[in-house]
């Protein structure tokens, strides 16, 4: 949607357009000074892919480049064309970043050229991090002389059918990475069908249904051999959406009710214990929600259960050093130590700094809390343990 109005703000995209243009016109005035690493000439040399993005999208690209032109007059900022910038908002779709916090929550949208000649892979072996605006591409796991060094474009507790999707959708390939691979197609199914998670609905059985042949309407029990129409798996699933939707909405900003929110969520929490194994994927969003509320609510013992759920989607859904695992390790943590789990707090300290020195680094603010919190864990651990001896 544009966005023309007087007092409303800029979409993220049209600001980064707006300070792209500044950039390009400042450096004409000050070469000398320019980051050969932000330099505006990096950023033409990224891929647009213009011929494969829609019609439809172009169009919307040109009315947003038009709006910049009229609102700013941007012919003070250079002699930039609406083809220039049209392509430039086709090279944010596929090359720009999203910028995060320590605990990877958004908090915008950058273009860092020098990054964006890193491609993806649903198995990386870097993952990206950001201090304020600086951005740090750190390695997860070990890059042996000549090995691609590769980062993850989307979501990947997404199922491999979604990430494929997204991929093709967004940045117009077909990822072939080990996770992808199409020569391993029954390795790909299994690992979808995991993730996924569908629980088989004979009774007493709840073994995995899995797809037994690409493409076909049935998918089959691991457990009791029994088949079952996929599509009624799928229909279940939409089911979700419903008590989704509800809980959300009493989440939403000026409509926030904790207590109904929360009996949205647990509703769907039930509905889905009944269809799905507890690592399914589609329970992640369940209990990210149900730790947040618990915590606004201040019910810390019930935010601790939602939290252990959580880390075991995460196991299963994430790579081993994935961030997002050892901040949920993290949090878990916290909360132990709070409701005096002290000997537990420890454990769980010490899992997310295991992750967290990978991937944030010894020296970065949040694990250097993070190594304070678990030394006053252990501290008071081997105190209450000399106490009741
Ligand atoms: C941010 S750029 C990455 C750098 C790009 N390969 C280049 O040479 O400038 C994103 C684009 O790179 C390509 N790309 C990235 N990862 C890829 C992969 N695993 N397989 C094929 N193409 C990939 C796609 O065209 C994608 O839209």
Redesign the pocket.
Known sequence: MLMAEKGRELTPSLRLMLRLLIRKCLEKEMADSVNPFDAYELVEL??T?FEETSEQQLILYAQMANLLRITYNYGELGNVDIKEITHNFCRFA??AHTITDAELRPLGIGLYPVI??????CQPNCILLFEGKKAYVRAIQEISEGMEVTLSYVDLGDNTLTRLQNLKLQ???N?V?PRCLPKATSDKMLDNDHMEGFLCPIPKCKGLLITNQEYSEKMLCKTCGKETDKSKVLDKLKSFDCYLDDGLRHLSIGKTDLGRAKQAFEKLDQVQTSLLQKSSLHRIKTYDNLLKICMAMEDWVSALVYCHKAIKVYERVYLPNHPLLGLQHYTCGKLEWFLGKADDATKSYRQALSILEITHGSHSELVQSLKVALQEAEMEALYIRRLVE
């Open positions: 990224l891929p892919h596929c090359n964006s000649i890193i491609n993806h892979s940045y117009f390939f990822c990475c």
